[in-house]
């Protein structure tokens, strides 16, 4: 026979359930601060190399051919750039 006991007893755990409900908050706001610097990190990696696709879009003559795609460049590059702002920011 085991004498570990039949109900949970509080006194066994390894913390208080006001411990583990307050550290809820603090790991959610960790996660978030942690997504938050990936999008940050792609967005202005992203900003920086964008302008990299622009000149083969040119030359190639894909601008004219396809002004969609030109403006759908453009509409991803203005989302890095507000993605990316604030990126290391001190």
Do not use: C, I
């Not at 190399?49 to 969609?68: E, F, I, K, N, T």
């Amino acid at each position: 026979m085991s004498n570990a006991p039949s109900t949970f007893d509080a006194t066994h755990a390894t913390g208080t359930a006001d411990e583990s409900t307050t550290a809820l908050p603090s790991l959610a706001r960790a996660a978030g601060e942690a997504a938050r610097e990936r999008v940050q990190f792609t967005g202005f990696w992203s900003a920086v190399l964008l302008p990299l696709v622009y000149v083969p879009m040119l030359v190639g003559g894909a601008a004219a051919s396809r002004p969609s795609a030109v403006v759908a460049l453009l509409g991803a590059h203005a989302l890095a750039l507000v993605a990316g702002h604030g990126y290391h920011e001190e």
